[in-house]
Structures are given as structure tokens and as C-alpha cells.
């Protein structure tokens, strides 16, 4: 797929609806979901996030004491607090009101506060704002795939970091985990022996048009997840300035495989569901 072929749109359920009609739709999906996805997530985070999503991040990150981080798509702050704990002095925003007050909620008595603010991370005014050269690090954490259209994000970016800034984001890989994938198991006579083999089928990667899916088990509104193929996605991280400089393909371990089913994230070690990367200036 490419998205500059969709510019401004996306095709959905045999239309092409505007992006800033799905951000809308989004922003009130996530309004109406915060609060399960508070408690889902908690203080710090659930599993997927405190084993492979935040790990991956803090690693990249490499932070020094007394960075200044913007972290965008902030949802309930699990992750703003934890960079707050590690020394960070941390701006977080979300385009969700309720998540914002859910945040904040979280986050008091914290020894440093975190400022927490409303943001649309598709209105590139509204991000400049929060101040040209002025983070150390800007980090997006499971967002950029919930996002419609990510230029503003990245060009914005690219004006808020300082000249030695960097950009760390986590998504759901877009080979493995990007827009339902399914998940099989069999058993194999292999090797002398048989064997049960479980892993993820992939039909189509290219061009898949944005799918509603629930993220989470039980959640309560499905919201549309965007897409985008390795190539369409560092696309635009590249024409906004950045290059690449730091990747991390995080996976559950042998340890993680005994907290559920094989078919679950937690069964597969050989197939990475996140995708972390870092950005620069060059
Ligand atoms: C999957 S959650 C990830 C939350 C958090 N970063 C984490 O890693 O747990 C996606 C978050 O992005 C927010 N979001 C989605 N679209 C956004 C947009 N256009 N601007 C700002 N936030 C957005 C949602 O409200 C939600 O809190």
C-alpha cells in the first residue's frame, strides 16, 4: 500500500471516508473505551506492555537524567511514569479528554509531575505548540497504527526535538501483527517426531485497507487500525528529516509461553508483535 495514494483518505467498506472524519471517529471510540483501558492497563501497564513494548522503548531511548520527553498517544500515562521515575521530565498527550483525566488521576503524588495535555497528534499546529527544539526525545508508544494520517505527527516532530533529539516509537509489526492477523496451530511429524507448530498467517501486506479490530480481549469499541507497510511507514518518518538508527523486533520468551494458550502472543517466540524504532536527524 501506499499511502500517499489514500492522501487525505482511506478506503472503507467500499468507500473513501476522510482522515479527519476517522480521527474524529477515533477520538470519541477512545473517549467511550478509556476507562477499560485504564483498568486494563493499571498503573503500569499489562503484560504486552511491560515485557516487550516498554522495554524496547527504554532501551532505544538510552535516557540521560533530566531528558525532556513528549510522549504522544500517551493513553492512561503508564508509560510517562515510568520515564518520569527513570529522571525524565515528561510533557504526555493524548487526543482522548478522558484519558487525559484517567492520566492524570494515575499520576498524583508522583515526585515529579508529568504535564499532561489534550492534543490531537494529527493537527501539526496544535503539537508545535508544546514548543520548537525543545525535547530531548519525543516517544509514541502503540499509537502511530491507531493514527489516520502520520505526516503532521512526524513533521511536527522533527521541529519540537532539539538538533540531537531522538524519536522512539513502538507499533504492531506491520509484517506480523497489522490488521488481524491469523493465528494457527498443527502438528507436524517432523524430525522423527511430531510437533505442535503455531504461528501467524499473513495473506495480504502491501495494501490492506484500515479493519476495525478490538486490540485488547473485550474491548468495547473496535476502532480502525491503519496499515502501513514498512516502506510507506519510514516513508514518511524520512520526508519529514529523520533517518533510522535503532530497531528492535521485541517477542514473548519460553517463561511468557506458560501464562496462556499457544494461541496468544505470549505462545510465539519467533515472531516479534512489536516493532521499536528510532529516529533521528541525520
Ligand atoms: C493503543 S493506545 C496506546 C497508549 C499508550 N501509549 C500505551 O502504550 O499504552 C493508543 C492511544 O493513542 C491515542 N490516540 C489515537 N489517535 C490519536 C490522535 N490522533 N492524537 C492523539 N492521541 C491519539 C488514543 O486515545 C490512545 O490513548
Same mark, same amino acid.
Given at each position: 500500500?501506499?499511502?500517499?495514494?489514500?492522501?487525505?483518505?482511506?478506503?472503507?467498506?467500499?468507500?473513501?471516508?476522510?482522515?479527519?472524519?476517522?480521527?474524529?471517529?477515533?477520538?470519541?471510540?477512545?473517549?467511550?473505551?478509556?476507562?477499560?483501558?485504564?483498568?486494563?492497563?493499571?498503573?503500569?501497564?499489562?503484560?504486552?506492555?511491560?515485557?516487550?513494548?516498554?522495554?524496547?522503548?527504554?532501551?532505544?531511548?538510552?535516557?540521560?537524567?533530566?531528558?525532556?520527553?513528549?510522549?504522544?498517544?500517551?493513553?492512561?500515562?503508564?508509560?510517562?511514569?515510568?520515564?518520569?521515575?527513570?529522571?525524565?521530565?515528561?510533557?504526555?498527550?493524548?487526543?482522548?479528554?478522558?484519558?487525559?483525566?484517567?492520566?492524570?488521576?494515575?499520576?498524583?503524588?508522583?515526585?515529579?509531575?508529568?504535564?499532561?495535555?489534550?492534543?490531537?497528534?494529527?493537527?501539526?499546529?496544535?503539537?508545535?505548540?508544546?514548543?520548537?527544539?525543545?525535547?530531548?526525545?519525543?516517544?509514541?508508544?502503540?499509537?502511530?497504527?491507531?493514527? +489516520?494520517?502520520? &505526516?503532521? @505527527?512526524? #513533521? *511536527?516532530?522533527?521541529?519540537?526535538?532539539?538538533?540531537? %533529539?531522538?524519536?522512539?516509537? $513502538?507499533?504492531?509489526?506491520?509484517?506480523?501483527?497489522?490488521?488481524?492477523?491469523?493465528?494457527?496451530?498443527?502438528?507436524?511429524?517432523?524430525?522423527?517426531?511430531?510437533?505442535?507448530?503455531?504461528?501467524?498467517?499473513?495473506?495480504?501486506?502491501?495494501?490492506?485497507?484500515?479493519?476495525?479490530?478490538?486490540?485488547?480481549?473485550?474491548?468495547?469499541?473496535?476502532?480502525?487500525?491503519?496499515?502501513? +507497510?514498512?516502506? &510507506?511507514? @519510514?516513508? #514518511? *518518518?524520512?520526508?519529514?528529516?529523520?533517518?533510522?538508527? %535503532?530497531?528492535?523486533?521485541? $517477542?514473548?520468551?519460553?517463561?511468557?509461553?506458560?501464562?496462556?494458550?499457544?494461541?496468544?502472543?505470549?505462545?510465539?517466540?519467533?515472531?516479534?508483535?512489536?516493532?521499536?524504532?528510532?529516529?533521528?536527524?541525520?
Amino acid at each position: 500500500m501506499n499511502a500517499a495514494l489514500y492522501a487525505g483518505q482511506w478506503p472503507v467498506g467500499g468507500e473513501h471516508l476522510e482522515t479527519s472524519q476517522l480521527n474524529e471517529e477515533g477520538r470519541e471510540l477512545w473517549n467511550r473505551k478509556a476507562r477499560f483501558w485504564d483498568e486494563l492497563h493499571g498503573d503500569a501497564g499489562n503484560l504486552f506492555h511491560r515485557r516487550l513494548v516498554e522495554p524496547s522503548i527504554l532501551q532505544l531511548l538510552a535516557l540521560r537524567n533530566g531528558d525532556r520527553v513528549l510522549d504522544l498517544g500517551c493513553g492512561n500515562g503508564a508509560l510517562a511514569r515510568r520515564l518520569t521515575r527513570e529522571g525524565a521530565r515528561v510533557t504526555a498527550v493524548d487526543f482522548s479528554e478522558e484519558m487525559i483525566r484517567l492520566a492524570k488521576g494515575r499520576s498524583r503524588g508522583l515526585a515529579s509531575d508529568i504535564d499532561y495535555r489534550t492534543v490531537d497528534a494529527t493537527d501539526r499546529d496544535a503539537l508545535l505548540s508544546l514548543g520548537a527544539a525543545c525535547f530531548d526525545a519525543i516517544v509514541c508508544s502503540m499509537t502511530l497504527m491507531d493514527i +489516520p494520517v502520520v &505526516a503532521p @505527527l512526524f #513533521e *511536527a516532530a522533527s521541529e519540537l526535538l532539539r538538533a540531537e %533529539g531522538r524519536f522512539v516509537f $513502538a507499533t504492531m509489526h506491520p509484517a506480523f501483527n497489522s490488521n488481524n492477523p491469523v493465528f494457527f496451530q498443527e502438528k507436524e511429524d517432523r524430525d522423527g517426531g511430531v510437533t505442535t507448530v503455531t504461528g501467524v498467517k499473513i495473506h495480504a501486506y502491501l495494501d490492506l485497507p484500515p479493519v476495525k479490530g478490538s486490540g485488547a480481549p473485550g474491548e468495547p469499541t473496535p476502532h480502525y487500525y491503519y496499515h502501513r +507497510p514498512l516502506a &510507506a511507514l @519510514l516513508q #514518511e *518518518a524520512f520526508e519529514a528529516g529523520f533517518v533510522l538508527d %535503532g530497531m528492535l523486533e521485541p $517477542a514473548f520468551s519460553a517463561e511468557d509461553a506458560d501464562l496462556g494458550s499457544e494461541l496468544r502472543w505470549t505462545g510465539m517466540r519467533q515472531i516479534p508483535p512489536v516493532l521499536t524504532a528510532r529516529l533521528r536527524h541525520p
